[in-house]
Structure formats: C-alpha cells, structure tokens
C-alpha cells in the first residue's frame, strides 16, 4: 500500500520537524507533498551554517518525496499563485509562531473562506491559545513544560535529550489529525483547523508515572527511575547494556544467565534495591558486552545493546526490517531513515526531495501557469524576494 495516498496534495510551509513530519509520512505514502519555501528562511539556514548547501542538496529524511518551491508570501504577486496552490491542495501544514501565517494573508480564518475544503494544520510550541499561546520554543522547552524533561535522567537536575523527542511526538500527533481530518471530510465534505501544541503532545509521556500515584505533587523525579527489573549497565569494555527483564520469568532467566540466581528475590524488597543495583553492575562491569549479549540472548532474556544513531542505522536489526535506505543524491548516495511502519507487503517509494525552488517551473504548470506566465512572476521578484512586501 506504497500509495495509499496517491490523489492528496499536501502544501507544506514547515521550516522545522515537527511540521516537516506529516509531509514526510505522507509523501511516503504517495501523497504529492509541495514544500512551499519562503527566500528569506532559505537564505538563513545557508547564512548560519556554512555545510547547509550540500545538505540542502541531499536533502534529510523528513523532506524526502518533497517538491519545492519558492516564493515570497508577501510578495503583490504571490496570492494569484497561492490561491491557485490551494485550491489544489488537501492539506496545509505549517509550523510559524502564531499569528505568522495571518500577517501574510494565510491565516486559517481567511485560507478557509476562499478555501472551505482545505485542512489547516498548524503545529507550535504551545498551541494557537492559552495562557503560552504565541510563545516561541523548541523541543526540550516543550519537554520541560509537559512534565517530561524533569524524569529523563532520573535525577534532581533534569538533562537536554540527545533527540527530538517533542519534536517527534508533536509531527506524529500532526500526521494522526491530517489522516483524521481527511477521512473526516470524506463525510462532510469540509476541511478543519488542526491545533498541534509540542507541549500538549510531551504531556502524554508522563502519563503511566502520573497514573501510578494518587498525589501527582509527591512524585519525585527519581521515583520509578530505577527497578529492579531493568537498567543501563557499563560492561567490562565500557559499551552499555539495556536491560527490561520485568516479568517474572524473565527476571529468574536474566539471574540465572548472569550467574546471580541469588539476587533473583532482592526484588521484592525495596529497600534492598540500591544493593541490588550495586550488584548488577559490579557482575555486569566483569565482561565485555558481546560476551553478555551472547549469553543474555542465548538465556532469551530482553537484553539489549546501547547503540548510537551511526549504529542503529547500520544495525543488521535495521538494515535486515529496511529501515534504513540508500538513495541517489546530487552530492553522492545517502543513508537515510526509512518509513516507521509498513503497510501491507509494497515497499515504499523512496526519493530524495529535491533543493529548494527547483520545482517551481513544474508546479506552476500542474496548476495551470503557461511559461510566459512564470517568466513574468520569476521577471517580478516573486521567487526570489526575500523583502517584505505588505
């Protein structure tokens, strides 16, 4: 089911990951997924990063199966053109601050005036109301304000995430409203307004700790942090070892496998805990990790390797599910990561997206532009512009 969504258009204002996402997601699916570039953005990435350009080129994972154009919003040119874009488009997804997309003339409220059909999904830092709506943030604000970044590490001092875990979050949230809306209108015929909050979307991952408690206010960072039945363990040449052996027969076999069958009823007192993590490791810390996965995966216990994103990406794991693709690029193949999840027995269609603007001259012609026309509009600035123009 490559193609699931062959037919939708998708005009994508995104310049961050949490609104690239659903674009990623559906372009992959085979949805027509037009990146709508603003000049002045383009020309920031490349001012604040001098290796921006070969990446522009190769283009990361989440831009994949993207068209680009560009042009300036508030160009005097730009609504014959915009307007024409969504009168074609499904879905818009953008990712401005609040109040971004209306002082150009694309807010919701006039979009769907003109545009009644049209799904409007804007994803932010803290929603498009509220007491924070218009704040400005990125990922670990949002893990901070939705109660997540207080129990990363499991300590009185909360640490930044190697990841974009809101960021994540907040795309897929995005990604799940769109498919929603879409099959929505499929009844009634309208679009709607989507309101994907980064904060609102971190909340959820404190949900099972929340909900292990009567009195949220009591729950500590460090509590649940570590169990009996599961850590991060060094090994004797300093890789790291997953464990969640948190079922009961799981836990005798993980005792056994490591020689400890004597720890094996620590568990059930906690005041034995911190001694029983002081034993763990000190058993652990006596070989190196290959040796332990060998008898840990030969014992079927949950025991897992700690891997860098370098490795997971070239792990047999992900390279054996397809999860990690080769594709052809202007500056040489790239390794990129796949589509999450499979539909059916079809593999994905996967290209690279493409640098900016230089599908502006095609677009133009799929929504009835002659050449003379788009010589006039790239004659007039409107591609180029980085000026506001209203």
Not at 117 to 141: E, M, N, R, T
Not at 159 to 185: E, F, K, N, S, Y
Not at 323 to 350: E, H, K, Y
Request: net charge negative; with cysteine; charged share 25%.
């Amino acid at each position: 089911m490559s193609g699931a969504l062959d037919g939708v258009t998708i005009l994508d204002f995104s310049r961050f990951l949490p609104g690239a996402y659903p674009g990623w997601i559906a372009g992959d699916l085979g949805a027509d997924v037009i990146r709508v570039e603003h000049p002045r953005e383009v020309a920031k990435v490349a001012l604040a990063d001098p290796t921006a350009e070969r990446r522009r080129r190769a283009r990361p994972s989440y831009q994949r199966n993207k068209r680009s154009i560009t042009l300036n919003p508030t160009h005097p040119e730009a609504r014959t053109v915009l307007d024409a874009l969504l009168a074609r488009a499904d879905i818009l997804v953008e990712d401005y601050r609040p109040g971004t997309m209306a002082a150009m003339g694309l807010g919701y409220a006039e979009v769907s005036e003109w545009h009644p059909h049209l799904i409007y999904c804007s994803v932010s830092f803290a929603g498009q109301d509220g007491p924070l709506a218009g704040k400005a943030g990125h990922d670990p604000g949002a893990l901070a304000l939705g109660g997540a970044l207080s129990r990363l590490n499991g300590t009185a001092r909360p640490t930044l995430p190697g990841v974009q875990v809101a960021d994540v979050l907040a795309g897929a949230h995005a990604t799940i409203a769109v498919l929603a809306a879409l099959r929505a209108r499929d009844r009634t015929g309208r679009g709607t307004r989507i309101d994907i909050a980064m904060s609102d979307a971190c909340l959820p991952l404190a949900m099972v700790a929340l909900g292990r408690t009567d009195d949220p206010a009591s729950l500590g960072p460090s509590d649940g942090a570590f169990h009996p039945k599961g850590g991060v363990w060094e090994c004797a040449d300093g890789a790291f070892l997953c464990t969640t052996d948190m079922e009961l027969p799981y836990w005798r076999r993980f005792c056994a496998a490591i020689g400890r069958e004597d720890l094996t009823s620590w568990r059930e007192t906690p005041a034995r805990w911190p001694d029983l993590e002081r034993e763990i490791a000190k058993t652990l810390a006596a070989r190196p990790r290959a040796a332990w996965l060998a008898i840990l995966d030969d014992a079927d216990t949950q025991a897992t390797p700690v891997l860098s994103p370098a490795e997971a990406l070239n792990s047999t794991l992900m390279r054996g599910r397809g999860m990690a693709v080769t594709l052809d690029t202007p500056v040489g193949p790239v390794t990129q990561v796949s589509t999450p999840f499979r539909l059916g027995d079809d593999a994905p269609d996967l290209r690279v997206g493409t640098p900016a603007g230089s599908d502006t001259d095609s677009i133009l012609a799929d929504v009835g532009f002659s050449p003379g026309e788009t010589a006039q509009l790239q004659a007039s600035g409107l591609f180029t512009s980085t000026e506001r123009k209203r």
